[in-house]
């Protein structure tokens, strides 16, 4: 897998108030992950320990077989497992190619800590899938 360059990371909305200099520190903790459409990139039930962000593309969420919602470029998902009970809550399958930037969870732990306003924007996010 390749590392995210600073053009994938400013083109997110999550790291849109980060400078240059933050992105280009941030830009090796995430790889760039090419799949086409019908890929399930989580599985409900599953352990998680990967942030995902869809620098292009869109995928389905579903739970219990039920679409919950579709997600498009700049969204993110996987951060309920990581900020949780560490299991996923739902299945993600991409409905187009996509491009995906992925995060593991020790950098995760360390963007969260960096950057607490980018960390506080994922947590209102959650708060807000969580309703």
Do not use: C, N, Y
């Not at 995902?52 to 077989?65: H, K, N, R, Y």
């Amino acid at each position: 897998m390749a590392t995210a360059d600073i053009s994938d990371l400013a083109a997110v909305p999550l790291l849109a108030s980060l400078a240059e200099q933050e992105l280009s520190e941030i830009a090796p903790w995430f790889d760039v992950k090419e799949v086409g459409a019908g890929v399930r990139l989580v599985g409900e039930g599953t352990t998680g320990t990967t942030f995902f962000v869809l620098a292009e593309g869109s995928v389905d969420v579903t739970a219990g077989g039920e679409r919950i919602a579709s997600l498009g470029r700049g969204e993110f998902f996987g951060e309920m497992a990581l900020l949780g009970l560490g299991r996923r809550t739902a299945t993600v399958t991409t409905t187009s190619e996509a491009r995906v930037l992925v995060i593991v969870g020790d950098d995760f732990r360390r963007l969260q800590s960096r950057f607490p306003a980018v960390a506080a924007q994922i947590e209102a996010t959650m708060a807000e899938r969580l309703v």
